[in-house]
Every structure is written in C-alpha cells, then in structure tokens.
C-alpha cells in the first residue's frame, strides 16, 4: 500500500494546478479538512473518490494510484523508441511511442527490455522480391512460442502475432525499416538492428 495515492502525490499535483486544497475538496464535494489530511499522510480518500480525484488533477487513475506522473517528452512519436508490453494474464501486446503507464488485467505492465539475440533466439533477415522475410528458428510448441515479430522504422511499425504450432515468419516492406523484434514467451524480447 506505499504506493497508494500517498499524499504528497495528492498535493504536487494539486499545487502544479495551482488548486488550493478549498478548490479541491469543493471539486470533490468533500471538507478540505479531508484533503489536508490526505495530504498528510493521516488518512486516505474513499475509493469511490478515486476516479474524480483523478480527473481533478488531470491524471489518470492508473498513475494516481502508483504514485507516478508520466510525461511524455517523446511529441514527435519517434517510432524507433516504441516500447512493447505483454500481459502475462491475457497475452494482449500493447505497444507506447513513448514513456507510458500501461496496464492490464489489473496488472501494471513494465516495458520489455530488448535482448540481442542468442543462438536460440536467432532473427533471420533476407529480402525477398520487395519484401523482408523474418523467419526465427525457434520450437513452436504450444507452452514456449515466438509471440511476435516486429520491423520497426523511423515513421511505421509492422506487426505480425504468431500462433503456437505455426511458422516463426513473417514479411515485412522495405520501408527504411531499421529494427526486428522477436518475442518468445517465455524468455522475452530480442532484437536486431539492420
């Protein structure tokens, strides 16, 4: 619970807005005596608050309730620092062009962190007529599989899900493409610049 809405969370982000605890406990319909001691530290807002409170601070309930204010500084949306997130619940991939809070399943995702790839994990790049052909010599077996593959470029991302028990291939266009990505499920991300 250390990372509950704590209440220096709750008061740097009322002071950024310039709000005063009166403002804000009128915007929530509570005592600002109840914001003074949530920002205190000697109690915490209703959950039923949760979501309110959030827009009254122009945050997301996700990064009010970790505690966390993410910026995105990234405004051109450079697409070679896309990041990948998997849900280990669900396996739903999420993919951000920037820094971002992601969840799922109830689940804060961290962003998965590139390996260069290993003789198990090896991304086989050829051009094929106007195309990349990607293939991984990985197993395609139904509990340990290449998830994804990835080309990524400085103005596009070209995405294909893989299945268990299917091929690990996939084509890709010639489009100034610039990284490959594989994700096995079991032992993560790999990569390999071109």
């Given amino acids: 619970m250390d990372k509950y809405v704590t209440g220096a969370v709750i008061k740097k982000l ?3 807005k310039k709000m005063t605890q009166e ?6 319909f509570v005592s600002s005596k109840a914001v003074s001691k949530w920002e205190t530290g000697q109690g915490f807002p209703d959950i039923s608050l949760i979501e309110p409170l959030a827009k009254a601070l122009d945050i997301s309930v996700i990064e009010l309730l970790s505690g966390e204010d993410i910026q995105n500084r990234n405004q051109s949306s450079n697409m070679l620092k896309s990041k990948f997130y998997v849900c280990p619940v669900c396996g739903n991939v999420i993919r951000s062009t920037g820094e971002a809070l992601i969840s799922c399943c109830g689940i804060t995702l961290p962003p998965l962190e590139p390996e260069a ?6 991304i086989n790049v050829e051009i094929v007529e106007d ?6 010599g990985h197993p395609m077996q139904k509990d340990h599989y290449i998830s994804f593959l990835a080309a990524v470029s ?5 995405f294909v899900k893989l299945y268990p028990e299917g091929n690990a291939e996939a084509r ?3 489009d100034r493409v610039k ?3 594989a994700y096995c499920n079991r032992h993560g991300l790999f990569q390999v610049l071109k």
């Fill in 154 to 158: 400085d103005s596009r991302v070209q």
């Fill in 117 to 122: 790839c290993d003789e198990d994990h090896g």
């Fill in 131 to 136: 195309e990349y052909y990607v293939t991984v």
């Fill in 23 to 28: 403002e804000l406990a009128d915007t929530l």
């Fill in 179 to 181: 990284k490959f990505y």
């Fill in 14 to 16: 009322r002071e950024n």
């Fill in 172 to 174: 890709f266009k010639i």
